[in-house]
C-alpha cells in the first residue's frame, strides 16, 4: 500500500423493512414455543422481512442514500459501488448496476460480489486497496444488502426464525496523511464446509425446475450442523493475527462488528481474547440475522449512538456460507 494515502470511512447508513416480525409469530406457524430459545441463545425478539413489493435493490438504495447524506456527498461524487449480497436482485446483472441507476451515481462503476455473510468485510477490504492502489478512487460506497426472507421455507424451523431483511453502507474515502485506514486485513476460506449451509437451487447446477420447486430446494438449507467452536476459535485467531500485524493488542481495539447470528460465539470470541462483552456492538437483538448487511448496519448504529469515536480502532470479523471469512482493522 502507498503509505501517502489511506481510506476512511466517510458516512454510514442502514435500511430495514417496515414490516415487524416478533418471536410469537413463529410460535403460533410452528405450534411450539420458540420464542424462548430464541431470546435466551441468540437474543433475538424480532426481525424485519420485506413485502412482496420491496427487492434487495430498495434495500441497498436506502441505506446508500443514508450513508451519502452522512458523507456530505452526492451520488455523482462517487466512483464505485461494490454490493456484496448472496441475495441479488438477479442472477444477471449486477445488484449494483441497478442500485447506480436509481442513485444517479453516473461516474461510478459498479460490481458485486458473493462471500455470503463475510461479504460487506471483504467488500470494505476490496473498496479501501481500490482507493490505496489507484488516484484515480475517491469515493467508493460499499453495501452488503440481505433479502434472505425471500429464500426462506415456512415449515423449517432451522431457518425461518433467524434470517431476516436489511441493508447497510459505507462510503469510503481517501485520506492522505494521518493515522486513519485500513491498518490489516485477512480473506480465508473453509471450502470443504460449501455443502452444509446454502441456497444450492437456481444457479447452473441445479436450475430451477418442477422438482426443485416441489422439494423447495430453491430455498435456504441448513444441511448439517457446524461445530460451534468454528467460529469463535477461527474469529478469535483472525483477531489475534490482525492486531499482531497492526503492532497493537486486542484491548486497544475500541469497538469489534463480529457476524451477528448467534450472541454466544461472539461472547465465546471475545472471552478468548480477555475482551469483555461490551465492545462487541450487536443488533441481532431487533432485526434478526441478516446476512452480509449485519456488521455495516451495526457500524451505523454504532456511529449513530457516540460508541465510535475518530481515532478509534475498529475490528470487523465477518463469516458465512462457504464457509468464507473476513477480518479487516481500520483505524477510525
Known sequence: MNPQRNTTIAGTGMYVPPKVVPNSYFN??????????????????????????????????????????????????????????DTPEYISPSTASVVQHRLGAVNAGTFDINTACAGFVTALDMGAKYITADARYEHILVIGAYNMSKYLN???????????????????????????????????????????????????????????????????????????????????????????????????IGRYFITQININAIHATLDILGEPHHKAETVMHHYGYTGSACIPMALHQANEAGRIQRGDYLMFIGSGGGLAFAGALIKY
Open 28 to 85: 403460533e406457524l410452528l405450534g411450539e414455543d420458540v420464542d424462548t430459545w430464541l431470546r435466551q441463545n441468540v437474543q433475538i425478539f424480532e426481525r424485519r422481512w420485506t413485502g412482496p413489493d420491496e427487492s434487495t435493490a430498495d434495500l441497498a438504495e436506502n441505506a446508500a442514500l443514508q450513508a451519502l447524506q452522512n458523507a456530505g456527498l452526492k451520488a455523482e461524487d462517487l466512483d464505485l459501488i461494490i454490493i456484496s449480497t
Open 154 to 252: 415456512m415449515a423449517d424451523k432451522k431457518t425461518v426464525t433467524l434470517f431476516a431483511d436489511g441493508a447497510g453502507a459505507a462510503v469510503l474515502s481517501s485520506t492522505t496523511g494521518g493515522e486513519a485506514g485500513l491498518k490489516a486485513s485477512r480473506l480465508r476460506t473453509r471450502g470443504e464446509y460449501a455443502g452444509w449451509m446454502g441456497i444450492y437451487a437456481g444457479g447452473a447446477h441445479t436450475p430451477v425446475s418442477d422438482k426443485v420447486l416441489e422439494e423447495k430446494t430453491q430455498l435456504l438449507q441448513f444441511v448439517k450442523k457446524f461445530p460451534p467452536e468454528l467460529n469463535p476459535n477461527t474469529w478469535s485467531g483472525m483477531i489475534k493475527e490482525l492486531c499482531e500485524e497492526a503492532g497493537i493488542s486486542p484491548e486497544q
